[in-house]
Every structure is written in C-alpha cells, then in structure tokens.
C-alpha cells in the first residue's frame, strides 16, 4: 500500500516531472485549494451561520443562486484576484466577461471597428488590457435598484379586469 500524499505534495510531486515548469500552474493550484478550504470551512459551519438558503436570485443560466454560491464565488474571486496570476477570472455568477465581448462584437457589426476587430482576433490578450472599474457607490444604489425592482416583480398581482398592480413595499 502506498502512502497517501496531500494535494500540496502531489501538486510538488508533480512538477519536478516537468524541469520546464515554471511553478505558476503550481501556485494557481495552490491558491484553488486554499480557497477549496475557505469554502469547506464555511460549509463545516453552514447550520451555524447564516450561509444556506436562496438569495432570490438566478444566474447566467436561470438557476437559483443559493447563499453558499454567492460565498464561494466571493472567496474564489478574493484569493485567485489577488494573486496577480489571471487574466481573467468569471463564473456562472458573474456575466461581466461575456457582456464586453458581446459589447464589442456589436461595435464591430455596426461601426465596422477596425480596432474592435483587432481586439475580437487577439481576444485572451486583449482581455487583459480591460479593467473593471465601479465605485462602491454606485454598486450598492445598482444592487439596491435591483433589490427594488425584483420586489416590485414579486408583488405584482393581478385582478379580474386583466390589469395588474403594483404593490412596492418600503
């Protein structure tokens, strides 16, 4: 029977396979694991905090977006961003990455961009050159406007005439 490794010294064991390796894969499977125990440790706790259940929201896909995803899509974007190593970091939570380049393509289709044509042909290295940038502000009366809007949504009901009212509780 062999002995068991860790991940740490799998992920080591394996690079010195490779003498060309230059350790960056190594650190981004470094830092997935860290995150991986950041998750696990939360989802240890989950009966204890305030951490399972539906947010009311959906993502890309139409799903339900549970409290727990929002946390691990949080802390795979806190330890992986900060790292330096991406170029580009999105998840099924977050349609950022799809909405530039649908964003961009329409410039080309309608303007005929020479230069949004350049950027859609060397798209991975263009990507790096973008940056997202939202004030705090802003992003708090954004998700405060989308709070709003989704309990409009929820309220509405309708009445024999067809009609339907809105009933906005704040």
Known sequence: MTNPLTLAQFILQQERLHPEASGEFTDLLTDIALAAKMINAEVIRAGLVDILGYTGRENVHGEKVQRLDVFAHETLHRVLGSTGQLAVLASEEDEDIVELREMIELHKEYTGST??????????????QFVKVMPTDYKRVLGERRRHDEEVEQTLTGDDTGTFVAHAGR
Do not use: G, H
């Not at 230069?115 to 790096?128: F, G, K, N, Y």
């Open 115 to 128: 230069v949004a044509a350049q950027i859609l042909d060397e798209w991975p290295m263009s990507l790096r």
